[in-house]
Structure formats: C-alpha cells, structure tokens
C-alpha cells in the first residue's frame, strides 16, 4: 500500500468508497467524479503505478473482474453501452499513479466521442512506418 494513494486507501477501508466488487486481486467502486451515472473504476488491490508492473495472475484477476462488471454497471443504469479504457501513465492522462480501468457507461446521444476523438489531428503513419511499428512491437 502506497500511504498517498488515494485508491490504496479506499482499498484498505481508510477512506470511504462505494465499493460495488471485491475479488482476491481486485476492488471495484464507483469514481467520485464520475463522467456518466455509474461510471466504475476497477483497481489492483496492490499498488502498481503502471499496468505493465502488474504479475500476470492479478492481471488476469483484475481483467476478470472489469469483464464480469461490464454487464452489470450497463444494466444497473439502463446505458446503451459501456467504454472501456485505462490511462497507463501521466503523458497518457493518468491522474492517480495506481493502474486503473474506467468502465464509463454510454448513453444514445451522450456526446462522447469514440476513442479516437482522444487525438482527432493525429497523422496517419504511412504503410511502411506501420510495417516497421509491427515489427518493433513483436520485437520487444
């Protein structure tokens, strides 16, 4: 537990949270700054600052939970669909440095935007620089 961590202190009782899951890996609540009625955020219940810092078997733990909450955060607010994302790190909009996924319920006319209105000016890369990013994934 990260004693500054906002997440890790909801997880430990410390500070209220209105917890809605609980797994062996993984805690669920309710965001207090919710961008939708519902809006969830499912956190490892150890402090990993980053989703690549996470041992596998949480990982999974933790995947679980945000596959088995899906359908119920949509239904408990009659949305029409949920988004799904993780902002893994400060230049990706991280706000609090304990890796958590967003499960925001959607609503026909809501006016978000799919996840590519994160960076609508974007350059397209050309064919070869995607071969070459390809490759450097597999790579890595």
Do not use: K
């Amino acid at each position: 537990m990260a004693e500054d961590c906002i997440f890790c202190r909801i997880v430990a009782g410390d500070i209220p949270g209105r917890i809605v899951a609980e797994t062996d890996h993984a805690v669920a609540f309710l965001d207090a700054n919710p961008l939708a009625p519902g809006h969830t955020l499912v956190v490892p219940r150890e402090h990993y600052a980053r989703l690549d810092e996470i041992p596998a078997e949480e990982a999974a733990d933790l995947f679980a939970a945000v596959h088995e909450l899906t359908d119920s955060v949509e239904g408990a607010v009659d949305a029409d669909a949920v988004s799904i994302g993780i902002n893994d790190g400060e230049a990706a909009g991280q706000e609090v440095p304990h890796t958590h996924v967003h499960l925001v319920p959607r609503f026909e006319g809501d006016g978000g935007g799919p996840f590519h209105a994160i960076n609508p000016n974007s350059e397209q890369p050309s064919d070869a620089e995607l071969d070459e990013i390809a490759d450097a994934i597999r790579d890595a």
